[in-house]
C-alpha cells in the first residue's frame, strides 16, 4: 500500500507564498507520478503540477505556471510545490495523489483519474 501526508497549508493574502510537502512511504514501485492537485467548493478537482520521480519530468496547469514550481527530496521521498504570487483563486484544498509511471501516460499525468493513491488534504486559504 502507498501513503502520502501532505502539510504545509495554510492562510496568506494575496501576493504571498506557500510551500506544500507530500511524504511518500510504501510500495509506490521503483519509478512514479506524483501530482498535485486541487478542488474548490462546488467546482471540480483538477490537476496543478505533477513530477516524475525521478525528475526528468514535470508539468504544471496553465493557471501556475510561472507562479507554482516543484521540487523533490528523493531520500525523503517527499515532494514540495513552492506556491509564489498566491491568488484568490488559488483557495482550495490541496491534494497530492501518486501512482506507478507505466498505468500513467505523461500526456494524462495532470487527470486525477489516474490515480489510485491519495493524500488527506491541506487547506489553503489567500485571501484578497
Known amino acids: 500500500d502507498v501513503q502520502l501526508v501532505e502539510s504545509g497549508g495554510g492562510s496568506v493574502q494575496a501576493g504571498g507564498s506557500l510551500r506544500l510537502s507530500c511524504a511518500v512511504s510504501?510500495?509506490?514501485?521503483?519509478?512514479?507520478?506524483l501530482g498535485w492537485f486541487r478542488q474548490a467548493p462546488g467546482k471540480e478537482r483538477e490537476g496543478v503540477a505533477v513530477i516524475h520521480s525521478e525528475g526528468h519530468y514535470t508539468k504544471y496547469a496553465d493557471s501556475v505556471k510561472g507562479r507554482f514550481t516543484l521540487s523533490q527530496d528523493n531520500a525523503k521521498k517527499t515532494v514540495y510545490l513552492q506556491m509564489s504570487s498566491l491568488k484568490p483563486e488559488d483557495t482550495a484544498v490541496y491534494y497530492c495523489?501518486?501512482?506507478?509511471?507505466?498505468?500513467?501516460?505523461?500526456?494524462?499525468?495532470?487527470?486525477?483519474?489516474?490515480?489510485?493513491?491519495w493524500g488527506q488534504g491541506t487547506q489553503v486559504t489567500v485571501s484578497s
Open positions: 510504501g510500495n509506490t514501485g521503483s519509478t512514479y507520478f
Open positions: 495523489a501518486a501512482d506507478r509511471d507505466v498505468i500513467i501516460p505523461p500526456s494524462l499525468a495532470l487527470d486525477s483519474r489516474r490515480y489510485n493513491y
